[in-house]
């Protein structure tokens, strides 16, 4: 009997962990940009949490300072809804889904469900899509995918998310590399409120 009972706790602690993240499916940034709808540098200018149908999901406004699209007339800002967020003292949350602060500069690869009635975007993959700007001696863009299990289905193999930490540069490089044809650069003038 003990030993059925340490079994069945070896068996239990195996698995305890497999809750605490997301499985995505495994992309590089060029194959990121290929199937996003915008591609987005810009700031954090606020954020609002709100439930429906017992989940939450906070919407954050983010200004867009550059990026690549293929609209005719890109908006200057775009919401950004993601699952999760606080109300009062009720909170959610979703493994691999970051938390952007309010202020911080991002990278941001969206895509933007069709049935949607209002221009909302998702993030593609998750925190993969999700790159913080951080401005130093030169600009590096870091991307938390820790809560991310990544699923390669062609190799067959899954791995767990960690901290990427790329120059923008060649970040930005490696985007242009995948945009479809369709898309261009924009670069808009950033307007402090």
Not at 25 to 46: C, L
Not at 92 to 98: L, N
Not at 149 to 168: H, I, M, N, Y
Request: hydrophobic share 40%; proline share 4%.
């Amino acid at each position: 009997m003990g030993r059925l009972a340490m079994i069945v706790a070896l068996v239990l602690t195996a698995h305890s962990g497999a809750a605490e993240a997301t499985l995505v499916e495994a992309m590089g940034i060029e194959e990121m940009a290929s199937r996003s709808s915008f591609v987005v540098v810009g700031k954090v200018m606020s954020k609002v949490s709100g439930m429906k149908d017992g989940r939450i999901s906070t919407a954050y406004e983010v200004s867009v300072n550059r990026g690549w699209t293929d609209a005719e007339n890109p908006q200057s800002q775009v919401k950004v809804v993601l699952p999760g967020g606080q109300i009062d003292n009720l909170a959610q949350t979703a493994s691999g889904v970051p938390e952007f602060r309010i202020g911080e500069e991002v990278l941001l690869f969206l895509w933007a469900p069709p049935t949607t009635e209002i221009k909302t975007y998702r993030l593609l993959g998750m925190s993969m899509g999700h790159f913080q700007i951080i401005r130093e001696a030169e600009a590096w863009a870091i991307s938390d995918r820790r809560g991310l299990v990544t699923v390669d289905k062609a190799k067959r193999t899954q791995s767990e998310g960690d901290l990427l930490r790329v120059r923008l540069k060649t970040l930005e490089i490696q985007i242009e590399k995948g945009m479809r044809p369709e898309f261009r650069r924009i670069e808009q003038s950033v307007r402090n409120p």
